[in-house]
């Protein structure tokens, strides 16, 4: 993409935060489910989850598409930093994909319902005891891919702004919205 090459593209730059505010919409909202009394509230606060983590794996195959396809590209010297922040971001996508999938497939595995209106079938013919222990291995799994996610996303932020407090570079900048 030409144009302005000091800084990333609305489109990229809009895609990056609202991913990011979901993610932490995702991972508070994911804390808070077992607090609700069983019934209805804790139905539908597993469904705003379950239909959000379905939208940010949609937003983020659009996000890849768009990296590969029409988001501003930058020549960075290929030097260790660059490359790590590279193996960072892909890092980043490759356990946000796993985590969303296997939160899907958590729902699947439970057969959760949909706001009380529909039903996600079970997955397999298991019985309750092997259900249950299929439910935690994945939900340990999501749960650890979750917080991976927030642990390696809170380093991208740190180095981010180190870069700016540190090294005096505009690489901050490049991600931020309305500033230059």
């Keep these: 993409m ?50 959000t983590g379905i939208g940010v794996l949609v937003l983020t195959m659009y996000r890849l598409l768009w990296r590969l396809t029409g988001s501003t590209q930058f020549n960075d010297d290929a030097n260790m930093a660059t490359l790590a922040a590279k193996a960072l971001h892909y890092a980043l996508y490759a356990i946000l994909i796993a985590t969303l999938a296997l939160g899907i497939f958590n729902a699947w595995v439970r057969g959760d319902d949909l706001f009380g209106f529909g039903h996600i079938p079970q997955f397999g013919s298991y019985e309750k005891a092997q259900r249950h222990e299929l ?25 981010a702004i180190g870069h700016f407090v540190v090294l005096k570079d505009k690489i901050l900048q490049r991600m931020l919205p309305y500033l230059s």
Aim: charged share 15%; hydrophobic share 50%; no cysteine.
């Design 135 to 159: 439910a935690n291995s994945v939900v340990g799994w999501h749960r650890l891919g979750a917080n991976l996610i927030l642990v390696l996303a809170a380093g991208h932020a740190l180095v």
């Design 2 to 51: 030409t144009g302005d090459t000091t800084r990333y593209d609305r489109r990229t730059i809009s895609l990056h935060w609202v991913t990011a505010i979901l993610l932490l919409f995702l991972w508070g909202g994911a804390h808070m489910i077992d607090s609700f009394p069983k019934g209805p509230l804790r139905v539908d606060a597993r469904s705003i989850h379950i239909v």
